[in-house]
């Protein structure tokens, strides 16, 4: 699986962006889709998942903020940002897998396939 990010761009606080993860070379709606982001001197961290299409997980720190979906025919997931925050400046990464259990969904470590990385920046 070869995944591509995007959409990631420079915002001012209160600002809203959509990320999009696009795959090719296999279908996604099998796998758990995460993503990911690191801000610079930080660990990566966990944002959100959408497992296997079904539930949806989130991070507190963007809890009521953002919202994952798929688009099956686009072969696609999103993750849309409301209301961002300087602290959510960090390279957004969106990531893959088709055998993660849900226990495991929010470890960097546990997923195979990863995109290139999109930057959000929020800023006055």
């Known amino acids: 699986v070869q995944l591509q990010a995007s959409g990631g761009g420079s915002v001012q606080p209160g600002g809203s962006l959509r990320l999009s993860c696009t795959a090719t070379?296999?279908?996604?709606?099998?796998?758990?889709v995460a993503w990911f982001r690191q801000a610079p001197g930080k660990e990566r961290e966990f944002v959100a998942a959408s497992f296997r299409g079904t539930n949806l997980y989130y991070a507190d720190s963007l809890k009521g903020r953002s919202t994952v979906s798929r688009d099956n025919v686009k072969n696609s997931v999103y993750l849309q940002m409301n209301s961002l925050k300087p602290e959510d400046t960090a390279v957004y990464y969106c990531?893959?897998?088709?055998?993660?259990?849900?226990?495991?969904?929010?470890?960097?470590?546990?997923?195979?396939?990863w995109g290139q990385g999109t930057l959000v920046t929020v800023s006055s």
């Open positions: 070379g296999r279908t996604l709606s099998r796998y758990t």
């Open positions: 990531a893959a897998d088709n055998s993660i259990i849900p226990s495991s969904l929010r470890n960097y470590v546990a997923y195979d396939y």
